[in-house]
Antibody, heavy 122, light 107 residues
């Protein structure tokens, strides 16, 4: 059974940093691209970033480019999102999401975690 | 970025009803359109990919159609477990973008 378990969310002040983690199991992690998708309170879904199976291809939404960094450790079956210079508009539930193939451009997301909540407030 | 719109934004329906949700892209996306079901407190679930291919384990009452800019998700006979929010999402280009969602609730 595929499982994606996010951690690292919490309350953070504007301008500060936070690192999200996602522990994956139940599939061959290093065969698949991985993504982060977020949902702000009362809003819809927004893709944040994606990384290919071998970290060779990475993409970001314009809203986070230059502030967030996605990475993965295939030896640990883990995905990360380093979030710097956090803003109020980054407050959201962040989902770890499995891609359908190893390439990030196959943008269909077949398994999602339960999410980790990031609250940005002073 | 490609903008996705959905209609209606919400609908009320009864068990057994046929439900149709429409999604429109701001430019042609061929058949690169996916549908997700999202229930409160749960992880979103992929239902349909590339417009009409059903994800494994999804009940046959769900179907998708369309190409270019206009797409449809149909639930042939609404079941109690189908009350949820449904999102379309284009996978044609970066960044992938989602529609605003359609909430299906009980009439």
């Amino acid at each position: 059974e595929v499982q994606l378990v996010e951690s690292g969310g919490g309350l953070v002040q504007p301008g500060r940093s936070l690192r999200l983690s996602c522990a994956a199991s139940g599939f061959t992690f290093d065969d698949y691209a991985m993504h982060w998708v977020r949902q702000a309170p009362g809003k819809g879904l927004e893709w944040v970033s994606g990384i290919s199976w071998n970290s060779g291809s990475i993409a970001y939404a314009d809203s986070v480019k230059g502030r967030f960094t996605i990475s993965r450790d295939n030896a640990k079956n883990s995905l990360y999102l380093q979030m710097n210079s956090l803003r109020a508009e980054d407050m959201a539930l962040y989902y770890c999401v499995k891609g359908f193939s190893g390439a990030i451009t196959t943008y269909y997301f077949d398994y999602w975690g339960q999410g980790t909540l990031v609250t940005v407030s002073s | 970025d490609i903008q996705m719109t959905q209609s209606p934004s919400s609908l009320s329906a009864s068990v057994g009803d046929r439900v149709t949700i429409t999604c429109r892209a701001s430019q042609s996306i061929n058949s690169y359109l996916n549908w997700y079901q999202h229930k409160p407190g749960k992880a979103p679930k992929l239902l349909i990919y590339v417009a009409s291919s059903m994800q494994g384990g999804v009940p046959a009452r769900f179907s998708g159609s369309g190409s270019g800019t206009d797409f449809t998700l149909t639930i042939s006979s609404l079941q109690p477990e189908d009350f949820a929010t449904y999102y379309c999402q284009q996978s044609y280009t970066t960044p992938p973008t989602f529609g605003p969602g359609t909430t299906v609730d009980i009439k």
